[in-house]
Each structure stands twice: as C-alpha cells, then as structure tokens.
C-alpha cells in the first residue's frame, strides 16, 4: 500500500535537495514521478531550486483552486509524486494527495515547513500533521551551533 509522507524542516535543511535526489533515485531505475509545487511559491517560477544551486522543472504548478485528485488521474502512469513548498498546499489539496495514496496506490512525498517565523502552523503543513503515514523532521545547524527548530525573518539584514 502507498503512503502519504511529510518531511518537514527549517530552513536550510536539505528538503528541495533531497526533493531532487528522490526524484533522480526513481528515473534512474526507468520510473516515472511528477513534481508539484503550489502556484503561491514564487522564487524559482516554474522550477524548484535547492541552495546548492541545483534546479529542475515542476510538473504542475498547483493554484488554491486546482484539484490534485482530478489532475493525477490523467496522469496514473507515474511511480511516484513528490511536492515541494507543501505548507502552501491547502487543507483540501492535502486530503486529496491522501486518496492519490489510498485510492490511486501511488506515493507521495511533501516536503515544507512544518510553522512559520511566528512558530505558526501552515494550513497545509497542519494537515499533513494530522493526516501523513509518516512524518519525518529534517534536522540542520542555527547559527548558534545548536539544532535549528525554528524559522526566521531577515528585515534589513537583522533577524
């Protein structure tokens, strides 16, 4: 049986690069995924990018609106979908990537931020809390040298 996955960090944890080296696992042995990331996440446009300096492609650019469940059954041929930025998804889009597993058979792996600066739940990083079969916490360094818990907002160079 397919499982829904969330990996979860702060920032700078690996999550889009291991995104990637997910996806290029699954095309090396001849199978196919699709690569979604909401509409919402700007800063690579239709591209996902790592801090490594790694891009690639998205599939779908997923809009509130769009329904997940709708546009994976024409495409059912993959092995695999993995999303990116997936606290932007929305709580529906979340209950839909459940049944892409449940009802579809196909996996799906989201990595994203679990709060926000303020240690706020995303709508769809709450959801996926309370609904993935498995949920794994990405680890990186603070600049204090300690685990980073915890989001940060830069104004004018100054936390």
């Known amino acids: 049986m ?5 990996r979860y960090g ?4 690996g999550k889009t690069t291991l995104l990637m080296q997910t996806a290029h696992n699954y095309e090396e042995r001849g199978m196919k995924v699709l690569v979604m990331k909401p509409a919402k996440d700007l ?3 239709e591209e996902i990018s790592s ?4 891009t690639r492609k998205v599939d779908c650019m997923v809009r509130p609106e769009d329904h997940v469940l709708t546009y994976m059954l024409d495409h059912i041929d993959v092995s695999c979908v993995l999303v990116d930025e997936a606290q932007f998804l929305t709580p529906g889009q979340v209950d839909e990537l459940l049944r892409v597993t449940t009802d579809l058979n196909i996996p799906v792996i989201c990595y994203g931020l679990r709060t926000d600066f303020r240690t706020q739940g995303f709508p769809g990083s ?12 990405m680890k990186t360094i603070c600049t204090c040298g300690a685990k ?6 830069f104004v ?4």
């Open 156 to 159: 004018n160079g100054e936390f």
């Open 2 to 6: 397919a499982k829904l996955y969330f």
């Open 43 to 45: 800063k690579a446009g």
């Open 148 to 153: 980073a818990t915890f989001n940060a907002r």
């Open 126 to 137: 709450t959801r996926l809390l309370e609904v993935a079969h498995s949920i794994e916490e």
């Open 51 to 54: 801090r490594l300096g790694i």
């Open 10 to 13: 702060a920032m700078n944890s």
